[in-house]
Nanobody, 125 residues
Framework: QVQLRDSGGGSVQSGDSLRLSCEHS??????????MGWFRQAPGKEREGIAM???????MYADSVKGRFTISQDNAKTTLYLEMHDLRPEDTAMYYC?????????????????WGQGTQVTVSS
């Protein structure tokens, strides 16, 4: 059973940094090809994928966060991180981690089956 629990959100000022964490289990088996990602959804907007990390240690970023956000995983493969720097008001959203089985490199939320409960990030100017 896949379980995801995201945390680390908060209210910050423009230019500040935050690190989100996603504790997970049931996805990173030794012989499993998987990918995990961070997504966000602002009020009135569609959920968008912003960063992806897979079992081959490949990453993918949305243009809106490239150079400011970094996705990574701990050596124990139990926690996915999203380091966010130079935060802007437009980064304000509910952030979710998600996971999927398979080798497809994508940031499209429809391909991710398992989701965390979300953690709110609010950036004020």
């Amino acid at each position: 059973q896949v379980q995801l629990r995201d945390s680390g959100g908060g209210s910050v000022q423009s230019g500040d940094s935050l690190r989100l964490s996603c504790e997970h289990s049931g996805i990173t088996g030794r012989d499993t090809i998987w990918s995990m990602g961070w997504f966000r959804q602002a009020p009135g907007k569609e959920r968008e994928g912003i960063a992806m990390f897979d079992s081959l240690s490949r990453t993918m970023y949305a243009d809106s966060v490239k150079g400011r956000f970094t996705i990574s995983q701990d050596n124990a493969k139990t926690t996915l991180y999203l380091e966010m720097h130079d935060l802007r008001p437009e980064d304000t959203a509910m952030y979710y981690c998600a996971a999927r089985i398979g080798a497809k490199r994508t940031l499209d939320p429809q391909f991710f089956r398992n989701w965390g409960q979300g953690t709110q990030v609010t950036v004020s100017s």
